[in-house]
């Protein structure tokens, strides 16, 4: 994402301006919890960058307005990128289906994403699992069927990433979810 173009006054506006370049979208909450400054000044500075037209609105988080400094145009070509990346399709399919197996989330995927496996859908799973985004409705028996998983964490249309580093993070919310030998 390029970053816009403003240089903050003073130390407080710098600290607020770096926490929202650094995310997606920020509610006037999120700056609150993030950068200890008084309600008067964050309200000034967020009305300052919406008069510079730096500071965009760019959706709703139940009844919060939500504000981003970004390209909404990129973010938006962002977004199709992950729903249409292989994870996405299996996502998709996962939110559909609810109650599924790799094998039927496979053939749901397969004619948009033939090189996809049904190993790569059956470890995709296997993640989704530990990050609790899933739970086993039936156990594998080898050999005889596969697990069937239920959905239990629909966090919304932007797929869970896993990263190189087995790392899960959430598309909607940019949490990390699961990390490989580690608790949060």
């Known amino acids: ?28 909450a999120d700056i ?21 037209k730096v500071l965009h609105k760019c959706g709703k988080q139940g009844i919060h ?3 981003t400094v970004h390209d909404t145009e990129a973010l938006r070509r962002n977004d199709t990128e992950k729903r249409q990346s292989p994870q996405g399709g299996m996502w998709a399919s ?39 985004y899933l739970r086993v409705v039936q156990t594998a028996k080898i050999g005889v069927r596969p697990a069937r998983y239920k959905l239990i964490n629909d966090t919304g249309p932007l797929p869970p990433q896993v990263k190189h580093k087995q790392v ?17």
Request: glycine residues 4%; charged residues 30%; aromatic residues 8%.
């Open 1 to 28: 994402m390029s970053q816009p173009n403003f240089t903050p006054k003073d130390d407080i506006e710098k600290l607020m301006w770096d926490y929202i370049v650094s995310k997606t979208s920020v509610t006037h």
């Open 32 to 52: 609150k919890g993030a950068v200890d400054v008084t309600d008067y000044r964050r309200t000034n500075f967020v009305a300052k960058l919406k008069r510079l």
């Open 65 to 67: 307005d939500l504000f």
């Open 94 to 132: 996962m939110r559909v289906l609810r109650d599924f197996t790799p094998i039927e989330v496979h053939r749901a995927i397969l004619q948009r994403h033939p090189d996809i496996t049904e190993k790569v859908v059956t470890l995709y799973c296997q993640k989704l699992l530990k990050a609790e």
């Open 168 to 184: 899960i993070i959430d598309g909607n919310n940019g949490t990390v979810a699961h990390v490989d030998g580690a608790q949060l």
